[in-house]
């Protein structure tokens, strides 16, 4: 038996032994970036420099990278393209979370959108962050996060999930917190979390939890479930709506094009396929070379799995 299909068995019976329990995607996992299809770039890119404060590292005729330009790690990428906007309601990104390194940033961060008379969409707060979103000028959501100390949440059973709630934020005490102004993200920014707006939440939680092993770590709400890899509060959200006949996003409607994914190695990489398979999840696409895998939720939401 050659080297190839001894490590494809080893994997398989790896890959057998947690999947006949319960496999999890590598508890390094992160997001790396969200890609969004876009109309006007030039107005997007205003938005996500000036307002959300990333630094444009790179920009041609059709798209624009931005992120943090002090390690150069890309955030948020924009393609504009000739398509046109969802003629009714569509699966997709809810909102993107925007992960700052602090409270103080935070506040000073919706002290810069008032300054910049944006609108505000909510506040809120929880057991392990504080959180306010507004919206892009395309409709595409975004939070600005903290993680409250990850002694208060990280701990086994130092959350119980199923009493768990979101409350409206303060706005005046979050703004007593600052640190000059927010002119910039800082070192340490990133990309904390996804929010999806599904139409199933039983066949979307079965995709993200037996095929791609995110764990489930609130299930209280029977509209809403959030999901993780390792010891995190959660990578993804996925929720219904008041709709409930949501589209499957086209290729050609402004959104959400993708969420970037990060796994630690390769060995990462092959569980991941393998279960995929064992599970029935066998349409997605894997590129040896590149060493990346895309794959389709089933509300049509795009997803890239990548190396660190």
Same mark, same amino acid.
């Given at each position: 038996?050659?080297?190839?299909?001894?490590?494809?068995?080893?994997?398989?019976?790896?890959?057998?032994?947690?999947?006949?329990?319960?496999?999890?995607?590598?508890?390094?996992?992160?997001?790396?970036?969200?890609?969004?299809?876009?109309?006007?770039?030039?107005?997007?890119?205003?938005?996500?420099?000036?307002?959300?404060?990333?630094?444009?590292?790179?920009?041609?005729?059709?798209?624009?990278?931005?992120?943090?330009?002090?390690?150069?790690?890309?955030?948020?990428?924009?393609?504009?393209?000739?398509?046109?906007?969802? *003629?009714?309601? $569509?699966?997709?990104?809810?909102?993107? #979370? %925007? =992960?700052?390194?602090?409270?103080?940033?935070?506040? /000073? @961060?919706?002290?810069?959108?008032?300054?910049?008379?944006?609108?505000?969409?909510?506040?809120?707060?929880?057991?392990?962050?504080?959180?306010?979103?507004?919206?892009?000028?395309?409709?595409?959501?975004?939070?600005?996060?903290?993680?409250?100390?990850?002694?208060?949440?990280?701990?086994?059973?130092?959350?119980?999930?199923? *009493?768990?709630? $979101?409350?409206?934020?303060?706005?005046? #005490? %979050? =703004?007593?917190?600052?640190?000059?102004?927010?002119? /910039? @993200?800082?070192?340490?920014?990133?990309?904390?979390?996804?929010?999806?707006?599904?139409?199933?939440?039983?066949?979307?939680?079965?995709?993200?939890?037996?095929?791609?092993?995110?764990?489930?770590?609130?299930?209280?709400?029977?509209?809403?479930?959030?999901?993780?890899?390792?010891?995190?509060?959660?990578?993804?959200?996925?929720?219904?709506?008041?709709?409930?006949?949501?589209?499957?996003?086209?290729?050609?409607?402004?959104?959400?094009?993708?969420?970037?994914?990060?796994?630690?190695?390769?060995?990462?990489?092959?569980?991941?396929?393998?279960?995929?398979?064992?599970?029935?999840?066998?349409?997605?696409?894997?590129?040896?070379?590149?060493?990346?895998?895309?794959?389709?939720?089933?509300?049509?939401?795009?997803?890239?799995?990548?190396?660190?």
């Amino acid at each position: 038996m050659d080297y190839d299909n001894r490590t494809k068995k080893g994997l398989e019976s790896m890959a057998s032994k947690i999947t006949g329990a319960s496999f999890s995607i590598a508890e390094e996992t992160r997001i790396r970036f969200v890609a969004l299809k876009v109309k006007d770039l030039q107005a997007m890119v205003d938005f996500y420099s000036q307002i959300a404060g990333l630094d444009l590292l790179k920009r041609s005729e059709q798209l624009a990278y931005l992120g943090t330009r002090q390690n150069q790690e890309v955030l948020v990428t924009l393609h504009k393209i000739s398509g046109h906007k969802a *003629k009714k309601p $569509t699966a997709g990104l809810e909102h993107m #979370a %925007i =992960l700052l390194p602090d409270r103080d940033t935070l506040g /000073s @961060a919706l002290q810069h959108m008032l300054d910049n008379g944006i609108v505000i969409n909510g506040l809120y707060e929880n057991a392990y962050s504080q959180t306010f979103i507004i919206h892009d000028p395309e409709g595409n959501g975004v939070e600005f996060a903290y993680d409250k100390s990850a002694s208060q949440w990280r701990t086994p059973n130092a959350i119980d999930w199923k *009493k768990e709630k $979101t409350v409206k934020a303060d706005q005046e #005490a %979050i =703004l007593k917190h600052q640190n000059g102004k927010y002119n /910039s @993200a800082p070192a340490g920014v990133s990309i904390g979390h996804v929010q999806f707006r599904v139409n199933d939440l039983a066949d979307t939680a079965r995709f993200y939890e037996k095929g791609l092993g995110f764990a489930v770590n609130d299930d209280a709400d029977p509209k809403q479930l959030f999901l993780a890899a390792g010891d995190y509060h959660h990578h993804i959200g996925i929720n219904l709506t008041d709709d409930d006949t949501l589209a499957k996003p086209a290729w050609d409607t402004y959104g959400l094009d993708y969420v970037n994914f990060v796994l630690p190695n390769e060995a990462a990489m092959d569980l991941l396929r393998t279960n995929l398979d064992a599970q029935g999840f066998k349409d997605y696409e894997y590129n040896g070379q590149f060493h990346y895998l895309q794959v389709t939720d089933p509300n049509g939401i795009n997803l890239w799995f990548a190396l660190a």
